[in-house]
């Protein structure tokens, strides 16, 4: 037992035998197929020849690492495919663009490792089944091929997307690993890069930058609403966008910094909301603020004079009344705004605007209204006029989303008090309902229902795109809006002349504006339409609504002398009997001109056209010069009248009255006696 103890022992204790080594097998070593015989060509060295399919023509070029051979084959009457190989002799891509027998067949190598490296020309090869009886097999072409570094290679293509000099200055250096370049240019960078564009002093090139080192940086207001991504400037923490933008445009943007670019679809949140995860940061180098944005004026935004009070302007006065109102079964407070002088015994136009405490009834509104009325009152370029502030009182969304109780209440309720108490608006033509946004919504929809009170619109940047219902149902985003557009083409034209602005930026609101103006137009509406330069933002609005009043209402109040006799046109009933042999009226409210010269474009000069020029040219002159909406087309046909610095298009009876090019000078046309007069059927 003993001798069996120690032997187990010894068996636990012993070293492992070591394997004996396996020799390796040898390994054949690759069999590389020879490389196909090639001509040698030398960068720089143009190539000239004729070839007939099935041939091929192969070349070969010698560079070294991390450069790029470029070249263009040039096709003339055979269609020709690129074919390119590296170093090896395998083959890398093919080349082949979609423009048949002729033109340019570009190609390129990326060089990582020193050779040669081939390319073939050959006949494009058709399935077996193509019928293509242009493919001839027989042509000519011409190549170039050019070696150049990665790094002049890569800052040539850069320059073809990079449109900023500056930009793309910065990008070279970081591109050659400047390392201070980024810091330097950060700490001289002062807010968004204006630049000139090229050929058109119109428009200017504004770059946006941010520095962040999340992987992803958008930017919001740049061009729309919609959420744009910025692009990365090679390996840095600096991202850019670039926009062409009109030279005197105004908008607010900010950036929005996340880990992703932005779904297509999230989920529905009733009544809206921002997404936590992806808010709006203004730019911290731009010290102009508008809430969570950063603000932008470009140096040619026109000046907004009317909206600042000016000491030696008269002022008028504000009051509250209160409507207890039966049809919307509630207390409204409404501010109403008196002129300067205002006379009980006297008519007034009248103007109703929703959203009356951002319009002027409420502490530090974002248009001042009165202040705009009391200073276009004291230059003459309005009449002095009663203006009614309607408080939303909380309830905007109900009013002003195509609500016909609301649409009653100023029509049946809130008018005929104005009339009764502060003798406005006694007609339909002397009412005008304004507002912005679901206000100019709002605006359109109550007058298209009630021409009988209403006759003049004033819509600033109106969401007619609205779907009803949108913000508290989970509707599908390919639903059509523009339900009012379509009521209006289904209608009889009323008898309401309209006044439509929306900025550029607005994206959907841009598109549902210009179809709302496509569709006026066609029904042959009376419409003045612009597109101001800047955003759904009450910073346009406050500037804007001046231009909209200035088109709706008179700019002073005439009495003047039909030159085809001496008696005066002192009235509207005096004036009727003119009306079917021309003549100059004054209807109480504003100039009404009427003009029933033979078309001149078909019957030349009316030989009694002195008398008539010479009132025309007195009213002119009565009026400081400036030729009013109602008498552009009735001006001599020799003036020709400087163009506005807006985009405004006016429309009588379907008929472009006024068109406006950028910084071309245009000639008033000479209309058909129909489109003389505004709003008449």
Known sequence: ??????????????????????????????????????????????????????????????????????????????????????????????FDSPNGAHGPEPFTIEVTAPGDYDFEVRQVELPPDAQDVTHSPHGKYHATVDVTSADDYAYKLAQQHIASPRILTLWRDVRLHHHDAVDKFWADFKGPIVEPYPGHPEDALVTFVARSKRPYVGASGVLDSREQPLVR??????????????????????????????????????????????????????????????????????????????????????????????????????GVYLPAGYDPKQRYPLLIVFDGEAYGFAPKPQVPTPTIVDNLIAAKQIPPIVVALVANQGVRRRDLEYHEPFGAFVADELVPKLRADFHAGARPDDVIVAGSSRGGLAAMFVAFHHPDVIGKVLSQSGTYQYIPGSFDQDLAPALDGNRLTRDIAAAPRKP?????????????????????????????????????????????????????????????????????????????????????????????????????????????????????????????????????????????????????????????HGVEQRPQLRDELVEPPVLAPDVVKLGEE
């Open 1 to 94: 037992m003993r001798w069996l103890l120690v032997a187990c022992v010894a068996c636990t204790t012993a070293r492992p035998v070591a394997p004996t080594p396996v020799a390796p097998r040898p390994v054949a070593p690759a069999v590389v197929p020879p490389r196909p015989a090639a001509d040698t060509i030398a960068a720089g060295h143009a190539i000239d020849r004729e070839l007939t399919a099935p041939e091929v023509h192969r070349y070969r070029v010698t560079a070294g690492a991390s450069t790029v051979i470029t070249g263009v084959v040039e096709q003339d009457g055979i269609d020709l495919e690129i074919i390119t190989y590296d170093a090896t002799g395998a083959k890398i891509q093919t």
């Open 233 to 334: 400037i090679g390996d840095s923490d600096l991202w850019y966008i670039s926009a062409r933008l009109p030279a005197d445009s105004r908008l607010d943007y900010g950036f929005i910094v996340a880990d992703s670019p932005p779904e297509l679809t999230t989920a529905f949140h009733p009544g809206g909301g921002d997404d936590p995860l992806r808010t709006l940061e203004p730019d911290p180098k731009n010290p102009a603020r508008h809430s969570v944005s950063s603000r932008l004026e470009l140096p040619g935004a026109q000046a907004q004079p009317w909206i600042a009070a000016k000491p030696d302007t008269p002022k008028g006065t504000m009051k509250e009344v209160v409507i207890e109102s039966a049809q919307l079964k509630e207390q409204r407070h409404i």
């Open 496 to 652: 309401i002349k309209l006044y439509v602005e929306v900025g550029l930026f607005e994206s959907t609101q841009l598109e549902a504006n210009r179809h709302l103006r496509d569709v006026l137009v066609a029904k042959g509406y009376p419409v003045t339409y612009r597109e101001f330069h800047g955003g759904h933002d009450f910073w346009m609005w406050r500037g804007t609504i001046s231009d909209g009043l200035m088109a709706l209402l008179p700019k002073v109040r005439l009495t003047i002398t039909d030159h085809r006799g001496d008696a005066p046109v002192e009235d509207a009933a005096s004036s009727s009997a003119m009306a079917h042999d021309g003549g100059a009226v004054d209807d109480g409210v504003g100039l009404r001109l009427r003009d029933r010269r033979p078309h001149r474009s078909e019957q030349g000069a009316p030989a009694a056209e002195g008398a008539a020029q010479a009132g025309r040219r007195e009213v002119i002159d009565h009026l400081g010069g400036r030729v009013p909406d109602e008498l552009r087309t009735l001006d001599r046909p020799g003036d020709r009248l400087a163009r506005q610095p807006r985009d405004e298009l006016v429309f009588q």
